[in-house]
């Protein structure tokens, strides 16, 4: 539950833009700025939208959180995996996705802005994008759905197939 201050903030940008957080959101990812540099987010709306500094700054928090969601990363490699075969299973598991086949040979979890990805291999495949954790487990951090590119959709297959 919002604070109230928080709450006051996020009427005050309505009140004062006549526009939602969600659709301020909306135009700061549409801006193509990184929603994680505030400062320059800030600049960008008190510049260009004439935001006041504590409506601009409110956005620029908002935006930040809203880019570290990690459910549209772990939904499109759950997309990924499950068109490998019907006999893909995707179990929550404290909050991390494990993908298996009878075994599992990957799992992702929220991590800090992103979500770490790893990959269970018999024999790994090259890739600079991995780094090697332990017991044939490789990671990788994927910090956007942009990232699911077709080298990490090539990774989960290589996994997805040496498990069965």
Known sequence: MASTSTSAAIGSVVVR???TLDEWVRIV????LDPHDQEAVHRWLRTEHGLLRGPAWTV???ASRASADPRPVVERLRDVVEQFGDDVVADEDGGRVLFRRGR???SAAARGAGVLLELR?????GSDRMAEAA????????GSVAEID?????LLQVAYSQCG
């Open 17 to 19: 833009t006549g526009r």
């Open 29 to 32: 990812r549409a801006s193509g």
């Open 60 to 62: 620029a928090d908002a």
């Open 104 to 106: 599992p040979f990957a």
């Open 121 to 125: 291999f018999a024999h790994p495949p």
């Open 135 to 142: 017991d044939g487990v490789h990671r990788l951090e994927l």
């Open 150 to 154: 077709g080298e990490v959709e090539a």
